[in-house]
């Protein structure tokens, strides 16, 4: 398996955020091909369509579509919205690039731009991500002083403005359009879609979002060529894949991986099970996607296919493990008081159902569930689904259901006897 | 009232006034509503790490908003903060992550090592705990953000070395 072919190619290097340190490594050369005239918009659109990169912000819609959406020659102001709220429990990448690789991720930026006739793009940074937030403000100015960003980039005629904009806490913030209102300067509670982003978003402009990988992944792609990227993975999932891996193991980090490898290989690369101990179960793809027992996850590899086959979801590729002395309980009351923290509250099925489903969970941890407790969980989480204005209201009722299918047993024994399967009574 | 009474009343001014432009710069010029998290940051920041109806109402008044808007932007987002906080408001990940490896545990000791509960502040104002969502940093668990730090992989004794280190 061949590590860090794109997003985190110079992560290893000495001042990798450094503008000279992306230079040397062929940096912001696509960026020049383009502003010289020598890859038009719709050549960038079919290279992007060619390498089968899916949005990497966990619904993996097709990014070269998605761009195709804009019209460029559309009058008014049009922007481009890099996505680095990165608040999905379990998730991590993206701080990573901002990290160690900025410049990538504004070369991304910049084309993607140039792609759908944007004038000025920002890229929303979770409030408490200051150190990402530094180094890419601080990637944002040598490029300016550097002419690549600004009026009429290097004599191009072509002008882009870019800024960071912070966050301040709030999950549902990474919501694409939860995230436009934020930056208008409101609650971010999400707008109804249609109308997408594409033809009504920041300000009303149209505008084109993207995930913080999807976007550092471009100049790979365009220097590389679509073929290239495409191979690296397998059929429907194009490309290498960012997976942060926490929990239960002996090397919790990032690791950018060619999609389609062995979830096996992926855990023994993370170093394999903390204390010698057993997998249990595992999240695959952040805290909304469905938990797998073990026996699933082994047989699975790291793709949209295989991943749905086994019963859950790629996500943004947030792998979190469990061991065979995790109390399952106890996790998805975590969980369901997270989505219940975090529910913005536009909807009564999310509103007050992720208060019902961490309230029933609570009770039961606190040994006073009720043997009905189960058929109740079940049906509140089938009631929000599908029911709600935004994604938050399934990513609340998943776990869930997904808890109470695989491990219905954990929970009954904490209704019959008041105490976990690990407890001794 | 007398004249420095009143410009120590705004405190929109100076150093203040100066960073909220810089980024109000970065929006439409008719867009200025869009600097409101950052305005809110900036005077929490700055006048004693949380916010009052006199401060909010400032911000409104500077940004050209209806007080509404900020009072619900302001209680939207869990960064703001309407009661003291400590000096160092030290913000305990207890999300999956870092619950799987200790954070629980952790913030067990964390009460107990300082005498208080969460949400509540020490007699000498210097430290405050709060319980937050996950971080986006669970490859560092369990971890906890003092200020603009992350500080990740911790035990007991790495606890005690950064408090003991900080002012
Ligand atoms: N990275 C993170 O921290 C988190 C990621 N997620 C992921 O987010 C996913 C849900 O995201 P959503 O944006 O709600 O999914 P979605 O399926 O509504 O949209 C995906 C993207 O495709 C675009 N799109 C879809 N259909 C379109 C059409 N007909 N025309 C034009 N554009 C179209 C949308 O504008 C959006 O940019 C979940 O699957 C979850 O895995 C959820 C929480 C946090
Ligand atoms: C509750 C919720 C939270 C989300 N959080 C994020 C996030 O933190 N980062 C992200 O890129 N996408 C997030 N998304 C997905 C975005 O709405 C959107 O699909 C994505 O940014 C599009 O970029 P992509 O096509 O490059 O993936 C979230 C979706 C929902 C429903
Ligand atoms: S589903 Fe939940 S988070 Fe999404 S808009 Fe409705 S109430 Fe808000
Ligand atoms: S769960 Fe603690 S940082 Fe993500």
Redesign the pocket.
């Known amino acids: 398996m061949e590590l860090n072919q794109c997003c985190y190619r110079n992560n290893h290097l000495e001042r990798s955020w450094d503008i000279d340190v992306y230079i040397s490594q062929g940096g912001y050369e696509v960026w020049k091909r383009v502003l010289a005239g020598e890859l038009t918009p719709q050549e960038i659109i079919d290279e992007v369509k060619t390498s089968n990169l899916r ?1 990497r ?5 097709p990014t070269g579509l ?1 761009w195709s ?1 804009m019209n460029r020659h559309a009058p008014g102001p049009k922007y481009l919205l890099c996505n680095s ?4 429990p379990g ?1 991590f990448k993206d701080r990573d690039i901002m990290r160690y690789n900025p410049h990538q991720l504004i070369e991304g930026m910049m084309i993607a731009g140039y792609v759908i006739g944007a004038h000025a793009g920002y890229n929303y940074i979770r409030g408490e991500f200051w150190e990402p937030y530094k180094r890419f403000t601080g990637a944002v100015e040598q490029a300016r002083e550097a002419g690549l960003l600004g009026e009429n980039i290097l004599g191009s005629g072509h002008s882009f403005d870019l800024h960071a904009h912070l966050g301040a806490g709030a ?1 549902i913030c ?3 359009t939860a995230l436009i209102e934020s930056i208008e300067g409101k609650k971010g509670q999400p707008r109804f ?2 109308p ?3 033809s009504y978003g920041l300000y009303g402009k149209p505008t084109t ?3 913080t990988e999807t976007l550092a992944s471009i100049p790979m792609i365009l220097a590389k060529g679509g073929e290239w990227f495409r191979d690296i993975g397998v059929a429907n999932a194009g490309g290498t894949k960012l997976f942060s891996m926490s929990g239960h193991i002996n090397k919790p980090g990032n690791y950018e991986i060619p999609m389609g490898t062995p979830f096996k290989d992926l855990l023994a690369e993370a170093g394999g099970m903390w204390k010698g101990r057993q997998l249990k179960a595992v999240i695959p ?2 805290s ?2 469905a938990v797998l027992p073990a026996e699933n996850a082994l047989a699975m590899t790291m793709d949209y296919d295989s991943i749905a086959k086994a019963g859950s ?1 790629l ?2 590729g ?1 792998v979190i493990i469990m061991d065979d002395q995790t109390d399952m309980v106890k996790a998805l009351e975590r969980l369901t008081w997270f989505y219940y923290d975090e529910s913005c509250g536009q909807c009564t099925p999310c509103r007050e159902g992720t208060g019902w489903m961490y309230r029933m969970v609570h009770r039961i941890v606190q040994g006073k569930g009720r043997p009905e407790d189960i058929e109740t969980l079940k049906d509140v989480s089938g009631k929000i689904m599908g029911r709600v204005i ?3 209201g399934d ?1 609340a009722a998943i776990p869930v259901a997904s808890f109470l299918k695989h491990y219905e047993h954990e929970f009954r024994h904490y209704i019959d006897h008041g105490c976990s399967i690990y407890d001794r009574a | 009232m007398s004249q420095t009474q009143a410009v120590a009343d705004n405190v929109i001014q100076g150093e203040v006034k100066t960073r909220i432009d810089r980024w109000l710069a970065r929006y439409p010029n008719d867009q200025k509503q869009s600097a409101v998290i950052a305005a809110l940051r900036i005077v929490q920041e700055t006048q004693g790490g949380h916010l009052t109806k006199d401060l909010m109402d400032q911000v409104a008044d500077y940004l050209e908003m209806t007080p509404i808007s900020v009072y619900e932007v302001a209680t939207f987002y869990s960064n703001f903060e309407h009661k003291p906080v400590g000096r160092h408001k030290i913000c305990l990940c207890t999300n999956i992550s870092c619950m799987l490896r200790g954070s629980d545990e952790l913030l067990g000791y964390l009460e107990k090592k300082l005498n208080v509960k969460v949400g509540e502040v020490t007699p000498d104002g210097k430290f405050s705990i709060k319980k937050v969502e996950c971080l986006g940093a669970c490859g560092g668990a369990p971890m906890m953000q003092i200020g603009k730090v992350f500080y990740e992989d911790l035990t007991e004794s790495r606890v005690d070395e950064i408090l003991d280190n900080l002012e």
């Open positions: 949005g912000g966990g619904a993996g819609f998605k959406f709220d990165e608040s999905e998730t999950y990474g919501e694409e879609k249609p997408f982003p594409a979002i993207n995930n793809g952040g909304s996607t979801f996500g943004a947030s935004c994604g938050l990513a």
